[in-house]
């Protein structure tokens, strides 16, 4: 187990919104969208949508899901589950957490 890559500030992603984190920093196929929730949690999941080629990090984040911003597919913040066509692949969760302030990220580990 690492021990996580220092992606942001907690304050550097809006209440609601997402912040794409982008593979070269990752070691990832895919960027990582890190998401915080309307009760101020962080999650992260790959940021393309499984649908097509949208970045969850420009979604809407509430109640525990992320919304795709093409075509309102909805996420699983915490599982990654998909909600609602047209997307009918889950997308991968990461293991994040926030300490003092600062959001760590795990890629690849399960939440
Ligand atoms: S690109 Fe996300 S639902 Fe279509």
Known sequence: MSNGI???ALD???????????RAITGTTDDIALLRDTD???YALDDT????????AD???EDGFVECPL???RFCLKSGEVQGLPATRNTCPHRVE????EVWLF?????
């Open 98 to 101: 926030v300490r003092d302030g």
């Open 12 to 22: 550097d992603i809006p209440q609601g919104e997402g912040l794409a984190v982008d």
């Open 71 to 73: 075509h309102a597919s």
């Open 59 to 61: 979604g809407w984040v």
């Open 49 to 56: 949508c499984t649908h097509e080629d949208a970045s969850l």
């Open 40 to 42: 101020d949690a962080v």
């Open 107 to 111: 890629p690849g580990e399960t939440p």
């Open 6 to 8: 220092r992606v942001a």
